[in-house]
């Protein structure tokens, strides 16, 4: 056992060799429970009923200063932690934009974190920077980016959209990043064009970079997509105002319907009126995989830099995020620091290949093993087929639907998000505010139920019931099972009297 | 295997069954593979000979649209990414701030990436969001924080700092968030003082923040701390300039040498200007677990908001760093945003669970599992040992370095950092620039050679020689092995004619 291998004897800590036989030990164990969980995961509720006082006291310990056997750890983890997660390989799982991860993909991660590689510094990662700057390749070669691009890894989507805006700031305001409000840069006078359905990481990275929430000029939407001519004035008016354009932010699958901008309509505003344009692509740009899907995002090939989340529709586990530029300068110059500790410049080598000088973290996960492990042994096409499978999903929901008389789609779906509502024939003619609460209760209750798992959202100010089809095992039976458990539940909660029952947190379903 | 197990018949995708049996079969042989790199690690080379121009080109491929079968993948990868990595698990490896993690937090991060669950919302990590809660508590307890203290999980200690100094900007300056340059918030006018040692990562952070670099007033150091006296003064003259003080940075645990600021002194200081106080604790907050150890910290439990890397002393695998403030209110108000889609009020619930509202990340992975489960299987007095070891270690180095007529410490070790130079007797009289350089070759060459794996930086002006015992396996006879293979590399260099000999990446260890 690792205690015993690693105490200190002599002067010396055995740490090594016991290492090796922790690992194993402790290993095949995990590895055969992690194996019977994915076996068995369709038959576990979705995910708990408690709520988060009911959990969150169970953590609530004092802080060991001696340890304990790590069988009875491990045991008591996959009782109190892992029993009442959220189960997203459930084929009912229906939720937010996270995936079930692809089984090599969590393997490579722990191999990530045995070599613990931080790609951040070359020498830290010697082969972890080639495998990076290949899935980079790869990405780029997907989008269509012109042989100066270049993207970095990062944590996610919000990290991804935060660094594309950094980027177009500099290359806006030369020197922003040096001088900062204190110069004369007119920061002051940025603007920042988007539309309501961005993601909020657009507006967070409004926030962190002082520029504040004047700085994001809202633009029409016309069916939950950005209105390309509302957009053509609202730059004009700002222009007119004395406002100085700094990006505009398209997406490419928005969070709320899974809808794709106008993507060639806005980028020939872009080129246009020489604005970047940055696509929000964390959702839908692993789409470009699939040659039916890719023309959803015809024009993101142009975009000055694109956000892209593997970690979403490539099934990887987080963290799996990118951003992309098209001129690979832009993002060398979006960070300028130095650091001689760290970024050493190498003999005989023109360009560092310190991926750090690039992006916000130091210490920087070794997150590209895991896609490049994955692409190799599925290859890209299946990655295409277990997109298109989930966008038909969606698809096929719509139909169903459309052709129920107590469900209302909210807008046709072009990926695998759908929003609708749930309207009990006895209920037509109830008021506005009752079907919202009902929406409301019946996702709280039917998500309690542990039958399935499905979001809600607020779409045209009115609430709607909202579904991913993040699972590649969700199949048409599954959707059936939505429809009826949605229905079961609007049972119960509008029964005879119609009136509210006692809040989800204090039911139990086992 | 997974590929015939996920292919899609009659519109079903048997993903999960076969997902199972995936995971079982290249577990088993990965977990046996990486306990075997560990038995047998320190027989390896500690890093690869080869120079980026050598590496990059091994991974450059055609994006496979086919799969390969997944055996062949994995042996490729312990072949091609594997063998050149650098191995931060051998007893040599004496290099950046990043840990050889402990084999029970590389399986966490296993199952942490198999479960997914994504902890900046309640609803998608219901047992998770506890687990970090509990981590956060205990390491709120151990800085001997105050009640209304809190903390979240975040990337590393690059996103800590740039999240604590969003707080500080927002208390120091309200509706900064939301107003930014365009309000009339005086943000051109904001001042942090912040010492030379500091990491890059605070002048990134002014940089993203749209401060520019005039925001950082640097504070004069003496021995390598920030000089409480130099402190008072740069505050009182930035007053009479017309700024206003954003944040004092101090470090706890510098990069450079590991030495600690004077923490006590500039708290006072701080609590009588009132300008909030950082504390850079990434490297060394750790230590707050060794009784011993923690006194060298005195004054960070007087601080506003601390950066805390378990990837770091903790022995953690990257991602593991935190975000600890004083007062939660301060992480609340340091990111405000809406999102319907996201955060749902809870009924009977006064305050939000969700995590995501008070950090950068939006898909947030779930990285307090590999802490709680270490923490429990060890118990702390564990982590107290291990650091002391290595603190321990740095001290023997700088007896042997005194003993030495050969080798000249830069300063007396605080933590397991130390810097140093090595000066042959024949080469004495050398002028500054020619030991310069040959501090820098003698680390190039000894890097190269396999036998172990040092950094350098810049201090005092001068060029030397850094370790940084971050290995626990790492004893007195390596520290031996150490000095013996620098000497045995300068001999080499210097030689008989003390002509420089030809580049690092030319030669070959193999």
């Known amino acids: ?222 069916d939950f997509r950005l209105d390309p001519a509302a957009l053509e004035r609202a730059i004009a008016d700002a222009r007119s105002r004395g406002r100085i354009p700094l990006a505009i932010v398209a997406t490419g699958g928005s969070t709320a319907t899974g809808l794709f901008d106008d993507l060639s309509a806005i980028a020939d505003i872009a080129r246009s009126e020489s604005i970047w344009l940055h696509v929000d692509g964390a959702h839908g740009a692993s789409f470009m995989a699939s040659d039916r899907l890719r023309e959803r995002l015809r024009g993101m090939e142009r975009a000055d830099s694109v956000s892209w989340d593997p970690h979403k529709m490539m099934f990887m586990p987080i963290s799996a995020g990118a951003i992309l530029v098209r001129d690979r300068r832009h993002l060398d110059s979006a960070f300028q620091q130095t650091a001689p500790y760290l970024f050493h410049p190498r003999p005989g080598e023109s360009r560092s290949h310190d991926i750090g000088r690039r992006t916000l973290q130091c210490s920087k996960r070794f997150d590209a093993l895991k896609i490049w492990i994955s692409v190799q042994i599925h290859g890209l096409d299946h990655f295409a087929r277990l997109q298109e499978h989930t966008v038909d999903r969606a698809a096929a929901l719509f139909r169903k639907l459309q052709e129920a008389d107590d469900f209302e789609p909210a807008h046709a779906p072009e990926s695998n998000i759908l929003c609708f509502r749930h309207l009990p024939v006895a209920w037509r003619d109830r008021p506005t505010e009752e079907l919202d609460s009902l929406q409301n209760r019946l996702r709280e209750v039917y998500n309690a139920s542990g039958r399935g798992w499905i979001t809600a959202t607020v779409l045209g100010g009115r609430r709607v019931l909202r579904v991913t089809l993040m699972n590649p095992a969700t199949t048409d039976d599954h959707l059936e099972a939505l429809l009826q458990g949605l229905r079961d539940t609007a049972a119960g909660l509008t029964g005879s009297t119609g009136r509210e029952p006692s809040r989800a947190g204090g039911e139990s379903r086992r």
Do not use: C
């Open 1 to 222: 056992m690792f205690q015993r291998g690693i105490q200190i004897e002599k002067g010396r800590v055995g740490v090594m060799g016991a290492a090796g036989d922790v690992l194993r030990e402790s290993g095949r164990v995990l590895v055969e429970r992690m194996a019977e969980y994915l076996d068995t995961v369709a038959e576990r509720p979705v995910s708990t009923p408690l709520a988060p006082s009911d959990l969150l006291g169970r953590f609530a310990e004092p802080l060991p200063r001696e340890g304990r056997p790590a069988e009875v750890v491990w045991a008591d983890v996959w009782e109190r932690v892992v029993d009442d997660s959220i189960h997203l390989a459930h084929p009912m799982y229906m939720g937010h934009q996270v995936a079930p991860p692809l089984p090599h993909a969590v393997l490579a991660d722990a191999l990530t974190s045995l070599l613990n590689q931080s790609t951040a510094v070359w020498e830290m990662a010697p082969t972890g920077t080639g495998v990076e700057q290949q899935v980079v390749g790869w990405m780029r070669e997907l989008l269509d980016f012109p042989p100066q691009s270049d993207g970095t890894l990062v944590s996610g989507g919000s990290a991804a959209n935060l660094t594309g805006l950094l980027a177009a700031r500099e290359a806006t305001f030369p020197g922003a990043w040096r001088d900062g409000v204190q110069g004369s840069s007119q920061l002051e006078r940025a603007a920042v064009f988007v539309a309501d359905h961005a993601h909020y990481s657009i507006e967070r990275a409004l926030g962190v970079m002082g520029l504040g929430h004047g700085a994001g000029i809202r633009v029409a939407e016309r």
